[in-house]
């Protein structure tokens, strides 16, 4: 008989199996009789090897053989009884085993069903707060981004102001069409807000892009959250089956690995991988954030100051041409005045010269009648030299006069051209103070205050 620990019969199911002894035989094992096959031969006398028992012999056994035979059904019958009942015992302790396994096998699932729920929940959690603060931050990037806006729109006054105020500038007559200190302050302000409108713009669209970055990302984490969600609600109902659910059953093709299947690790380091990007770009929005404020702040203060710097160099300068105008005003006064008394000395002086007509033609007359004197009475007398020497002096006199008079006249013309030059003058001076005072001091009242040029209206 086989040995029931390590004969044929056990080698029907795996040892590993086996957790415990096994069950006891119901019939008490004993050695069966050794199997003979050696055949004994019929050499007696009663042997039927002759030619007359020869149709007889075939098909037919001797006793022994029957013996044998009935031995060996009986050895067959008890080993397989003895083989059925080990069976019978090794399969009720595999069905309990099995049962148990399968039991363990169910609840370890589900406890794996389970800590895979807690991972999905928790990166779907870092995923939800991930997309609420890209969303946040994205709304807080296009509020700096409409203050952007607003402040580039908010430039085009005081561009317009600088040069309206240059252009107006240009209208100003010789010699006051100057390159002073208020053109330099303009051409200073319409730089720096040309500048400033550049930087805006690029700043514009670097925001523009940080906003178009941030929904991209967004959205990619909200595909993430989106299949997390999902496989959170497949892997809660995968955890609330059991033996007892009417929705369950057989579905041979599931047990297989897909190839485009991600493992735990490749996972966990996809989602964080997103959230990684995601935090890395609302950083990014952060500082451009922070970079825009700093930006509009600068801008508006630079822009105000150089405000205050062209309408400071405008103030002095008009001071300076009041200072002019009212000095030439009163070198005008001056002038008229000394041409007045430039005209009565010429009348004076005209009428000197005629004074000395009468004299001049008394002397000459005296001279000239005593010309006619007879004889040696055309004497030189003491009285023809006085006569003579009155002339002379009446001569040099009124050369003198009339020298004088042609002095006064030239210093007549003179004054009159200072007098044209002042008023005109006066006149250019007046039209710098209207250019610079009344219609560039004017139109730079509406300059934008800094909250507005800091994008806060």
């Not at 031995?71 to 049962?99: G, I, N, T, V």
């Not at 969303?135 to 430039?155: F, P, S």
């Not at 093709?253 to 989602?271: D, G, L, N, Q, Y």
């Not at 007046?430 to 507005?452: E, G, L, W």
Request: net charge negative; hydrophobic share 35%.
């Amino acid at each position: 008989m086989a040995d029931p620990a390590g004969g044929p019969g056990a080698m029907a199911q795996p040892s590993v199996l086996l957790t415990k002894e096994l069950a006891p035989q119901t019939v008490p094992a004993s050695d069966l009789p050794m199997k003979v096959y050696e055949v004994a031969l019929n050499t007696g006398t009663d042997s039927s090897s002759g030619l007359a028992t020869a149709g007889f012999r075939i098909a037919k056994y001797l006793p022994t053989e029957w013996h044998l035979n009935n031995s060996e059904l009986y050895h067959k019958a008890f080993a397989s009884c003895d083989q059925a009942e080990r069976d019978r015992a090794a399969a009720k302790e595999l069905a309990e085993y099995a049962a148990a396994a399968a039991q363990r096998a169910q609840q370890d699932s589900t406890a794996a069903v389970g800590q895979r729920l807690e991972d999905i929940h928790y990166w779907k959690s870092q995923l939800q707060n991930e997309i609420e603060d890209l969303d946040a931050e994205t709304r807080l990037l296009a509020a700096q981004k409409l203050r952007l806006e607003r402040a580039l729109d908010a430039t085009e006054v005081p561009y317009t102001i600088a040069t309206d105020n240059l252009q107006c500038r240009e209208r100003r007559q010789a010699p006051d069409l100057v390159c002073d200190e208020v053109e330099r302050e303009l051409l200073k302000e319409a730089e720096l807000i040309r500048s400033i409108q550049e930087l805006l713009k690029r700043t514009l669209i670097q925001a523009h892009n940080q906003m178009r970055i941030n929904r991209e990302h967004k959205e990619v984490c909200e595909i993430d959250w989106s299949d997390k969600v999902e496989t959170y609600n497949i892997d809660d109902k995968c955890g609330r089956y059991s033996n007892e659910s009417t929705n369950i059953q057989f579905h041979p093709t599931s047990v297989k690995f897909e190839e485009s299947a991600s493992t735990p690790e490749t996972w966990a380091k996809f989602s964080h991988d997103n959230i990684y990007r995601a935090e890395r770009e609302k950083l990014a929005s952060i500082n451009l954030r922070d970079l825009i404020d700093n930006i509009l702040h600068d801008t508006s203060e630079d822009m105000r100051k150089q405000c205050a710097a062209v309408n400071e160099a405008f103030a002095k300068h008009c001071e300076e041409l009041y200072d002019t105008k009212h000095k030439l005003e009163h070198h005008l006064k001056n002038t008229l005045k000394e041409i007045g008394y430039q005209e009565a000395n010429i009348a004076a002086l005209k009428q000197a010269i005629k004074d000395k007509e009468a004299p001049m033609k008394v002397a000459q007359t005296r001279l000239y009648d005593r010309s006619f004197r007879p004889n040696v009475d055309l004497c030189r007398d003491e009285a023809q030299f006085r006569l003579v020497s009155e002339v002379e002096e009446l001569t040099e006199s009124i050369k003198s006069l009339k020298k004088k008079l042609l002095e006064s006249e030239q210093s007549l013309r003179n004054l009159e051209d200072t007098r044209m030059n002042l008023e005109k003058e006066i006149a250019v001076k007046t039209n710098s103070i209207f250019i610079d005072k009344q219609k560039c001091m004017a139109h730079r009242t509406r300059y934008p205050v800094v909250f507005k040029l800091a994008g806060y209206e």
